[in-house]
C-alpha cells in the first residue's frame, strides 16, 4: 500500500490445506470501508493468483475522491455527503471539489469558472468530423468518435506527465463535453450548431446550445437549469464504478487522455452502466400502465427470463441510492415547473417502486432504486431525447474520470493495469495443418 493508508499490525494467515504451507498476509485499513488483504506478495510466495470475476471482492486501488458506504445508502465527494451538495452547492463546486480535494472559496471559484468557460469552444475543423457521421447515429457513438479524435487536436495537452498540461486537459475535457454533446444532438436534427456563451453558467450554456436556433432568442428556463445541474452533480463521480475503472486501465499505459476518456464513454454505454437511464424509459413505456405492473415483475422474478427491472439494484448500495432520493425530489419539482399535473410515467414509475419495495424478491436480494430510476421522467420533461440521456450521464461524469485519471498518475504505486487468469483452454498441442482438419 502507498504510505497515506494506513498499515496495521494486523495479518491474515493463508493456509495451503494440501501442502500446509502458510504465509501471513498484511491488513491495511482506509479512512471508511472495509479493510483490505494486501495480496501483491502472493504470486511471488506460493505462485497462486487470486481470482475475482467482476472485481467484487478486490479493491483495485487506493483512492481519495469518492466513498460509498452500500449498506447505509451513503455517497461521499471528498468527504461531503451528496445530498449536502445537491441541496446547497452547484456542479462547479463538486468540479473544482473533487479535482482539488476542498470545496473553492469565492476567489478560487471565479477562476475556475472563468478557465472552464473559456475552454467550452471546440477546434472549428471538429465540426467537419461530425458530417462524417450518418445523421440517424446514436449520439453515445458520437461521443465515442469525437472524444478521441480530440487527441489529434489538442497536442499541447499531452505530456501526462507534465501537472501543467494535465490541468489543461482537465479543464479541455469539462469544458468542451457539454459542447461535443450538444452538437452531436443538433447534427441528429440537422440544426446548426450553436456556439457557447461565455456568460452563461455551465449548466444553462448546455441548454442553450442544446435547444436554442440562430433564428431566435432563447431564454434558458432557471428552474430546468438547476435540474440540469442537479443531474451533472449525482452523476459526477462514483468511486470506482465500470467507466472509472476503464479510464484508469486505459490510463494506465500512459495513453492520451482524450483517449482514456473515449474508452469511458464506449464503457459507459453498456445498459448495465449509464446506458440504464434509457432502458428505464423504454422499459416503462414497454409496462404502459399500472395495471401491468404485477404481470412485469413476474417476468423479472423468472430465472428463465432475461428481464430485469431497471434502475434496481446496484453492485455497491444494499439501500436507497441516494442520488435516486434527490432525483425523485428533483422530478416533482420539474414537472411543478412546467405545471405538468398528471405525468403518466412518473405515476408509473413511482408504482412499480412501491409494489417492487414490498415484493420479497427485491428485499431478499436488497434491490433499491438508484440513480437511474427517475433521473430519465425528469430529462425527458426538460425536453432532452431519450438518445441523449446517456450522453448527459458522460458529460457529467467526466469531472469524476478525470479526477480519477489524475490521481492514478500521480500514485507513487501507479502501474500498468494487467491482470491475470484462470486458463482452462487447450494444452499445447502439435499444429493441424489444413488438409488433416475435420
Ligand atoms: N432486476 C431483477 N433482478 C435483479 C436486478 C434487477 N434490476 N438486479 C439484480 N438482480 C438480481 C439478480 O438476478 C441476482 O439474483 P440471483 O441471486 O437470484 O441470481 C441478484 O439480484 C444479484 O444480482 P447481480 O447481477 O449478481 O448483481 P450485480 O452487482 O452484478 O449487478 C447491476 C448490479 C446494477 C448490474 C444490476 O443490479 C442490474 O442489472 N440492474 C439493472 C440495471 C441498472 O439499473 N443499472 C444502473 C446501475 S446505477 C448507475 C450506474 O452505475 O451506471
Not at 67 to 93: K, T, W
Request: net charge neutral; proline share 5%; glycine share 6%.
Amino acid at each position: 500500500m502507498a504510505e497515506r493508508s494506513a498499515r496495521s499490525n494486523q495479518t491474515v494467515t493463508l493456509t495451503d490445506d494440501s501442502s500446509g504451507k502458510t504465509i501471513k498476509l498484511p491488513v491495511a485499513g482506509g479512512s471508511a470501508g472495509p479493510q483490505v488483504i494486501d495480496v501483491r506478495k502472493l504470486y511471488a510466495e506460493t505462485g497462486m493468483f487470486t481470482f475475482d470475476p467482476g472485481f467484487t471482492s478486490t479493491a483495485s486501488c487506493e483512492s481519495r475522491i469518492t466513498f460509498i458506504d452500500g449498506d447505509a445508502g451513503e455517497l461521499l465527494y471528498r468527504g461531503y455527503s451528496i445530498d449536502e451538495l445537491a441541496e446547497h452547492s452547484d456542479f462547479m463546486d463538486c468540479c473544482y471539489l473533487l479535482l482539488n480535494g476542498e470545496l473553492p472559496n469565492r476567489e478560487q471559484k471565479a477562476k475556475f469558472e472563468w478557465n472552464i468557460s473559456h475552454h467550452t469552444m471546440l477546434h472549428e475543423q471538429m465540426a467537419f468530423l461530425y458530417r462524417g457521421f450518418r445523421r440517424d447515429a446514436h449520439p453515445m457513438a458520437v461521443m465515442v468518435g469525437v472524444v478521441g479524435a480530440m487527441s489529434a487536436f489538442y497536442h499541447d495537452s499531452l505530456d501526462i506527465n507534465d501537472p501543467h498540461q494535465r490541468m489543461v486537459a482537465s479543464y479541455r475535457m469539462i469544458a468542451k463535453m457539454p459542447t461535443i454533446a450538444a452538437m452531436a444532438y443538433k447534427y441528429s436534427l440537422g440544426q446548426p450548431f450553436m456556439y457557447p456563451r461565455n456568460e452563461l453558467k455551465y449548466a444553462e450554456n448546455f441548454m442553450h446550445m442544446m435547444f436554442a436556433v440562430p433564428a431566435e432568442s432563447y431564454k434558458v428556463n432557471p428552474v430546468l437549469a438547476k435540474a440540469m445541474d442537479r443531474i451533472f452533480m449525482l452523476h459526477a463521480d462514483h468511486e470506482q464504478n465500470a467507466s472509472t475503472s476503464t479510464v484508469r486501465l486505459a490510463g494506465s499505459s500512459g495513453a492520451n487522455p482524450f483517449a482514456c476518456i473515449a474508452a469511458g464513454i464506449a464503457c459507459l454505454w453498456g445498459p448495465s452502466h449509464g446506458g440504464a437511464n434509457e432502458a428505464v424509459l423504454h422499459m416503462l413505456q414497454e409496462i404502459g400502465s399500472v395495471e401491468h405492473v404485477p404481470e412485469f415483475l413476474k417476468r423479472v422474478k423468472d430465472k428463465n427470463d432475461t428481464t430485469r427491472l431497471m434502475g434496481f439494484g446496484h453492485r455497491v448500495y444494499k439501500n436507497f441510492d441516494p442520488r435516486a432520493k434527490v432525483m425523485q425530489r428533483t422530478c416533482h419539482e420539474v414537472l411543478d415547473e412546467l405545471g405538468v399535473k398528471e405525468e403518466p410515467l412518473l405515476k408509473l414509475a413511482m408504482e412499480l417502486e412501491r409494489i417492487a419495495l414490498q415484493d420479497d424478491y427485491f428485499a431478499q436480494r436488497k434491490l433499491y432504486p438508484n440513480v437511474d430510476f427517475y433521473s430519465g421522467i425528469i430529462m425527458r420533461a426538460i425536453g432532452i431525447p431519450l438518445s441523449m440521456f446517456t450522453v448527459i450521464f458522460a458529460v457529467a461524469r467526466t469531472v469524476g474520470w478525470v479526477a480519477q485519471w489524475n490521481e492514478m498518475i500521480e500514485d507513487p504505486n501507479q502501474k500498468i493495469g494487467r491482470p491475470r487468469q484462470l486458463y482452462t483452454g487447450a494444452l499445447r498441442r502439435p499444429y493441424l495443418p489444413l488438409h488433416q482438419r475435420r
